[in-house]
């Protein structure tokens, strides 16, 4: 035993003395508050000068054993020697002179600092020990009183068993005395401030609290109480609140540890069962013991019947626990339990898990030696029951989803057009399945589809949004420049000039225009660098104001200013909102005419395809009439979203503008559901040549000018045969009668596109919507069967 000097395991000098404890016998002796006989202590002290001293040889101790044992009485009385684990130890240091029995013959210090984990960040005990330090030092010198009252919990496993303990620690400092070797270096009440939120910092901690300045004298009382229990039941909830919580592999491991270190039972086996609807067990399977199963799992029970009169049967239908502790002698045995021997199983406890009074499964411990598991046993786990009846709900509730939703998990949200085939395809699934048959969902097709292809596109999306993005960034880059200067002004510090400058280079970087990277870099930037130094100075009063200004502009939900890219994506919503709600009501409505399956994708803008033909439906035919009637549609519909937009213009916050577009395919196709992508697909070489050019037209330009086919007030007509000319020209005469276009057509030549070549394109002006209403989709259908009856 020797003075401890700093070192990897604590930074401060530590000293053992008992100078405060021989003090405490003194005054109380003098003060009347022992017995008579006691006072004979103060000659022995008197002829023990050396224990008032620093103690630096173990020889010390050894020399007045007798007495040294005597005065800890007052510390750790004699009647809890072989019942109390505590130690006496220098300051902070695993070094311990006196101990208890029950200390001795459960623990050791080098057992604790070799693999004791302790409950805070890192698990790292030289963390906790410097800390708890410096908060002393503060306390007493700096005046600052810090509530840290958070439990110290040592875990520790055992190297035989494998079995964790945790240890609730209690620290005895009324014995020890912090020594400054100088006058305290003072601290800014900013800094104390800073450092308590940086509570585990110890390297920030020891640049404020330097270890040269202090020495703890005297001695600590290490009390460590067992929480195994309370602790790892707690654990066990907080485990078991996990999604999939007692079907994930990792989960089981870790629960049934716990439950192995409650009972002290390295070699306790955890089951899990749980029943049906119709009160049929449910045995998860598993190909080794770490996983979530039943303990019944390897018998393999064929029918309900062979629960009958097991211990199973009565555990769930009596709703309490049952304990076999030795199932070779219990006289009642069934098959269940005969299997449970030959697996290895003599001792079982079942614990039913029960939800608004029905049992919905079980809980198993189950052990190999006879008598470990018993009725005493049983409240151990009792708590964490409802925790094992909720996760258990869960997966009922889930899995009864999933065999609901078979067919759809397969497939998609299936349109109620097609839905009839992918029942078909799920019956025939399902089927092969209960035979036993490895079979996945057979391919659904629609072949002879005539697909009708739109989108209303905002112009300009990614220029608008880059511009809103960069004038916020911009923004915010000034008023956090400004706002530095004025502090710095006041403050003079070096840290702010070179955040000022950093801010100014960022500034000018993104003046120049916004390059890819540039918005994440600024963003982390304000919120790592500006908003700390911001937050830093806002308690103080005198920038208070300024800082409230400052933070006027940001918005509360991003810390940043988000003023013009917020209103672009507001505006942007709103008309892709418009929009989407339009097609969603008018293609309800236009099932009526033919039924068809109907998609939609949201971008920056939308974009829709309509699939008909008769071998989507089951028992209608499907001809010519009803495809002019959808391309009829189509146009109107085009022209209503057109007066859609046009008068939602003045709610918008920006400034935006749709183009319209339509792809015109004269030929019929197949289209293949594909699971993988839960999409339908075109199908075969030739229909992809359609995909191709509907990926790339909104880009078309008008063949040798720069001009883009897509314009706002327009509607551009995409095809490759001539003969849709004459069919579009006499809905244009449809239109133009109606008052909805106005002016020329545009008959037109595109440029070449990769994979898209000999396009022409139609474009017509849609007429402006000041004095017409807005349609209802009912109406649309009239328009159509309007133009049908004058052709």
Same mark, same amino acid.
């Given at each position: ?180 070797k100088s006058t305290p270096r003072p601290i800014d009440p900013k ?186 046993s049983a409240n151990k786990v009792e708590n964490a029951l409802p ?145 700390? +130094?911001?937050?830093?100075? =806002?308690?103080? /009063?005198?920038? *208070?104001? !300024?800082?409230?200004?400052? #933070?006027?502009? $940001? &918005? ?78 189509? +146009?109107?519909?085009?022209? =209503?979203?057109? /007066?859609?937009? *046009?008068? !939602?213009?003045?709610?918008? #916050?920006?400034? $935006? &503008? ?91 030549? !595109? ?41």
């Amino acid at each position: 035993m020797h003075v401890s000097t700093p070192g990897k395991n604590f930074p401060f000098r530590s000293v053992l003395s008992l100078k405060l404890l021989i003090d405490y016998w003194e005054q109380s002796i003098q003060n009347g508050a022992v017995p008579s006989f006691v006072k004979g202590l103060l000659e022995q002290l008197q002829n023990a000068p050396e224990l008032r001293k620093p103690i630096e040889d173990v020889a010390v101790l050894d020399k007045h054993r007798d007495l040294v044992n005597f005065l800890m009485t007052a510390v750790i009385p004699t009647a809890q020697n072989d019942i109390e684990l505590s130690a006496a130890t220098i300051p902070f240091q695993f070094q311990s002179f006196f101990s208890t029995r029950a200390f001795d013959r459960t623990l050791s210090f080098a057992q604790i600092e070799e693999s004791a984990k302790v409950n805070i960040p890192g698990q790292d005990i030289r963390t906790g020990k410097t800390i708890h330090a410096c908060l002393l030092i503060l306390q007493q010198f700096y005046g600052v009183e810090i509530n840290f009252d958070k439990p110290i919990l040592f875990t520790i496993r055992d190297q035989k068993s494998g079995l964790d303990k945790v240890y609730k620690v209690e620290i005895g400092k009324q014995f020890t005395e912090i020594v400054c070797k100088s006058t305290p270096r003072p601290i800014d009440p900013k800094i104390i401030k800073f450092l308590t939120e940086k509570v585990y910092d110890i390297d920030l901690w020891l640049q404020y609290i330097r270890p040269e300045d202090f020495e703890f004298h005297g001695f600590m009382i290490f009390r460590m109480v067992d929480v195994t229990e309370q602790e790892m039941l707690s654990a066990i909830k907080y485990d078991l609140l996990e999604k999939n919580a007692v079907t994930k592999r990792e989960s089981f491991a870790t629960i049934q540890q716990k439950l192995r270190s409650i009972f002290g039972l390295p070699a306790m086996r955890l089951g899990l069962a749980y029943f049906d609807s119709n009160n049929n067990i449910i045995l998860n399977t598993g190909d080794d013991e770490e996983c979530w199963k039943s303990l019944m799992e390897d018998t393999q029970p064929e029918t309900s019947c062979d629960f009958h009169g097991s211990v199973y049967e009565r555990s769930w239908m009596e709703k309490r626990y049952v304990t076999i502790e030795n199932l070779e002698t219990y006289p009642f045995k069934s098959t269940i339990e005969e299997r449970l021997l030959k697996n290895g199983i003599k001792n079982i406890l079942l614990a039913p898990l029960i939800d608004d009074g029905e049992t919905i499964g079980m809980l198993e411990l189950a052990t190999d030696t006879p008598g470990l598991l018993n009725a005493i046993s049983a409240n151990k786990v009792e708590n964490a029951l409802p925790m094992f009846t909720a996760a258990v709900k869960r997966v009922k509730e889930e899995t009864s989803t999933e065999v609901r939703a078979i067919i759809q998990e397969e497939c998609t949200n299936i349109h109620p057009t097609v839905q009839w085939r992918f029942l078909e395809a799920g019956n025939n699934l399902l089927t092969k399945r209960r035979r036993g048959e490895k079979a996945a969902l057979e391919e659904i097709s629609f072949k002879d589809v005539y697909p009708l292809f739109g989108l209303a596109d905002v112009r300009n999306s990614s220029v608008e949004r880059t511009s809103a993005i960069q004038k916020d960034l911009q923004q915010n880059l000034r008023l956090a420049k400004d706002l530095l200067q004025k502090i710095n002004s006041q403050k003079k510090l070096p840290l702010l000039e070179e955040v000022i400058f950093k801010t100014e280079s960022q500034l000018a970087k993104i003046n120049l225009g916004l390059a890819s990277g540039d918005e994440s870099n600024v963003l982390e930037f304000l919120k790592l660098e500006i908003n700390p +130094l911001v937050d830093h100075f =806002e308690t103080e /009063k005198e920038f *208070d104001k !300024l800082i409230a200004r400052y #933070k006027h502009h $940001l &918005d509360p939900v991003f810390g940043v200013v988000y003023k013009r890219r917020k209103a672009f994506e507001e505006s942007l919503a709103l008309i892709n909102r418009t929009i989407s709600n339009l097609l969603d009501e008018a293609q309800v409505s236009a099932q009526k005419m033919f039924p068809h399956y109907f998609e939609k994708y949201q971008t920056d803008g939308i974009e829709f395809t309509l699939y008909v033909g008769s071998s989507l439906t089951k028992d209608r035919k499907f001809d010519a009439f009803y495809l002019k009637n959808f391309r009829l549609w189509q +146009l109107l519909l085009m022209t =209503e979203i057109d /007066k859609r937009i *046009d008068q !939602l213009k003045p709610k918008l #916050k920006n400034e $935006l &503008d749709i183009t319209q577009l339509l792809l015109v395919h004269d030929q019929p196709l197949s289209i293949r559901f594909r699971p993988d992508e839960k999409q339908f697909d075109v199908d075969g070489a030739y229909d992809i040549r359609y995909e191709i050019v509907k990926k790339r037209i909104d880009k078309a330009r008008i063949k040798n000018t720069n001009e883009r086919l897509t314009q706002p007030g327009k509607i551009a007509i995409v095809y490759n045969q001539m003969k849709m000319e004459d069919e579009y020209s006499r809905y244009f005469e449809f239109l133009r009668a109606k008052g909805l276009i106005t002016g020329n057509v545009e008959f037109l030549e !595109l440029e070449e596109l990769p994979g898209a070549n000999g396009l022409k394109a139609m474009r017509i002006e849609i007429a402006q919507h000041k004095s017409l209403p807005l349609l209802s989709k009912d109406e649309l259908l009239k328009n159509i069967a309007d133009a049908m009856t004058l052709q």
